[in-house]
């Protein structure tokens, strides 16, 4: 019976520093200890061993990562990183790239370690983020279908831009399973063609409530996302990696709809403005009556018919007899042509379309141009489009 071929000392080590490094378990490791025989190379490499009352482990940070923080020995910390095997000396070793002081708490101490990664790697820079669309007409929203932020979000939509098409993506947006889902609901909106802007929203909660926006896959996922995110995540003071990343955000759910959209009431005031200045401009135009075209003449008497003394004589003075009655307004006459509601007579005698259209019994022009809305207060005339379809 041969013996077994011997193997190598070299082959062994390399053997084992395979099987540790293939473990996704030993590649993303936290470690809390304390901090021993701490050293650092003329090249900024730090050496140090992380140790607890029955264990100790060789530990390195490279001067690559987080390049001029100290230690001391006796310090108690909490360290990011994997573990490999040193093959010259044949030491297991820990190789860290993040270390924060114990006191911080694990939470936080993630936190910072993500957000100085992706920080590097450009996901905050604010020359990639995107302006949000003015007047999106299909907008996505991820958020959990039971929660109060959507109802917050389909109230402030409903009033401020009606005419959009809402595409909720549901998903869970606290505990374990959040954040994939939450990936995975961004995922599903991502293959929307029509979509304009995206909103990622959920209510206020503790750190661990609002985890699932600090996890690498949601922040990639929203970085990756083809239009603009806003993110409305929490309260005012809450911050994560997801508000960093999105292209707006806003401290509620609220506020986040709010930003998306117009306010379709304002936009409507506005083109009234427009609307009455432009039928103002029109009246001043030469050939339609007053300044600027045909010098406008003295109201008819009041009370007397065309074809009254009164009115005569005042036509027989002013050098306009024989004029049609609505020539002599002193502004476009309302006489309107029987069958043809959407025009009015010029004092030339033609008729174009009128330039103002009100809904009727919403509002009316009052003494010196002001104007009184009837009964409760008026909603947007905006009526087209608008509604909700849920994906998945």
């Known amino acids: 019976m041969n013996p077994p071929s011997a193997l190598s000392v070299s082959a062994v080590v390399s053997f084992l520093r395979e099987v540790l490094e293939a473990n996704e378990f030993f590649s993303d490791l936290w470690i809390q200890g304390e901090v021993s025989n701490y050293s ?11 140790k607890d009352a029955n264990a100790a482990l060789r530990t390195v940070l490279f001067r690559d990562n987080m390049s001029g923080f100290q230690l001391k020995d006796g310090e108690r910390v909490i360290a990011h990183g994997r573990i490999t095997i040193y093959p010259q000396r044949g030491e297991l070793q820990f190789v860290a790239d993040f270390v924060r002081p114990e006191g911080v708490g694990i939470l936080a101490a993630k936190f910072e370690e993500l957000r100085l990664r992706l920080e590097a790697e450009g996901l905050f820079d604010p020359a990639r983020k995107r302006p949000l669309p003015r007047f999106p007409r ?14 917050d979000i389909r109230n402030v939509l409903a009033r401020r831009w009606p005419l959009a098409t809402i595409l909720l993506s549901p998903a869970l947006v606290q505990g374990e399973q959040a954040a994939g889902q939450v990936t995975a609901a961004l995922k599903r909106l991502a293959k929307e063609p029509a979509l304009d802007l995206a909103i990622v929203a959920r209510g206020g909660g503790s750190a661990e409530d609002l985890s699932a926006f600090n996890d690498e896959r949601v922040a990639r996922a929203i970085y990756g996302f083809p239009v603009p995110v806003v993110l409305g995540v929490g309260h005012e003071t809450d911050v994560t990696i997801a508000d960093l990343v999105a292209d707006l955000r806003a401290p509620t759910p609220s506020a986040a709809a709010e930003r998306a959209v117009p306010d379709a009431a304002q936009m409507e005031q506005a083109l009234r403005s427009i609307d009455r200045q432009m ?35 005042a036509l027989a003075g002013s050098g306009h007899a024989g004029r049609p009655r609505a020539a002599l307004c002193r502004r476009p006459c309302a006489l309107r042509e029987r069958g043809r509601p959407d025009r009015f007579a010029e004092p030339d005698g033609h008729a174009r379309p009128r330039l103002r259209h009100r809904p009727e019994g919403t509002v009316r022009e009052e003494a010196g141009g002001q104007q009184r809305a009837q009964g409760e207060a008026r909603r947007p005339a905006f009526r087209i489009g608008g509604g909700w379809r849920i994906l998945g």
């Not at 650092?40 to 992380?50: A, E, I, N």
Request: net charge positive; hydrophobic share 30%; no cysteine.
């Open 40 to 50: 650092r190379s003329q090249v900024g490499h730090r050496y140090f061993s992380l």
């Open 138 to 151: 299909t907008i996505g929203l991820v958020t959990s279908p039971t929660g109060a932020a959507l109802q």
């Open 279 to 313: 039928a103002s401009a029109a009246r001043g135009a030469p050939g339609a009556g007053g300044p600027g075209g045909i010098p406008a003449p003295a109201h008819p008497i009041r009370g007397a018919g065309p074809s009254g003394p009164g009115n005569q004589r």
